[in-house]
């Protein structure tokens, strides 16, 4: 399996201010994927992060809110923008394995907006 | 209807016994489905995969699929307090091509 690192690993952040997470894979993927984790709730897709294009976003996402970059098949970074305390959360990078669609998680960013 | 739905629990099971974790889920287009194990204020890991209907052996943990009835589960044979965590079902393919996970089953081995 991919190893999958983030930066930063935590951060606690003022409200209005923006964070930018970093997802670094040792392989190329064919795709990756942005989840956030509230607390004590499950995953909650945000968005597939595309090579070379704009990401597509899930139903309640919007880019100027996370904007997302992908600009090879091993990097990524999502953008958490003019926080509030409501985006406190866990954010995790995620790849899948093509073609087994075996899809792996990167230990994740803990945020907490104050 | 969730897409996927699990037991919140908690499931609470002596240490040596068999933890049966259930999770349906309603697109029959799903094709594939999975297992993760989250320890508390950790990311997932994959425990199994599953495709095809029937069951899948891997050491302590047996996952079942049945697709006429969309229900997958998890077994965990011999049970250890290390096993405690919350289980994670998610499905991929149907007609998002997707992994959907559910809420997650909260399993707790008492020693």
């Known amino acids: 399996s991919a190893v999958i690192s983030q930066k930063p690993s935590r951060d606690i952040c003022q409200r209005g201010t923006s964070l930018t997470i970093q997802c670094q894979v040792d392989s190329q993927v064919t795709m990756m994927f942005w989840y956030r984790q509230q607390p004590g709730q499950s995953l909650t897709l945000i968005a597939t992060a595309n090579q070379g294009s704009e990401a597509t976003y899930e139903s309640g996402f919007v880019i100027d809110k996370f904007p997302i970059s992908r600009p090879n098949l091993t990097f990524s970074t999502l953008t958490v923008s003019n926080m509030s305390p409501e985006d406190s959360s866990i954010y995790l990078c995620?790849?899948?394995?093509?073609?087994?669609?075996?899809?792996?998680f990167g230990p994740g960013t803990r945020l907490l907006v104050l | 209807q969730k897409e996927v739905e699990q037991n919140s629990g908690p499931l609470s099971v002596p240490e040596g016994a068999i933890a049966s974790l259930n999770c349906t889920y309603s697109?029959?287009?799903?094709?594939?489905f999975f297992w993760y194990r989250q320890y508390s204020g950790k990311s997932p890991e994959l425990i199994m995969s599953i495709y095809s209907n029937g069951d899948k052996e891997d050491g302590r943990f047996t996952a079942q699929l049945n697709k006429a009835s969309q229900y997958v589960s998890l077994l965990i044979r011999d049970s250890q307090p290390s096993d405690s965590a919350t289980y994670l079902c998610?499905?991929?393919?149907?007609?998002?091509?997707?992994?959907?996970f559910g809420t997650g089953t909260l399993l707790a081995v008492q020693p």
């Open positions: 998610a499905r991929g393919g149907g007609a998002t091509n997707k992994l959907i």
């Open positions: 995620s790849v899948r394995d093509s073609p087994q669609e075996t899809q792996y």
């Open positions: 697109d029959r287009g799903s094709q594939s």
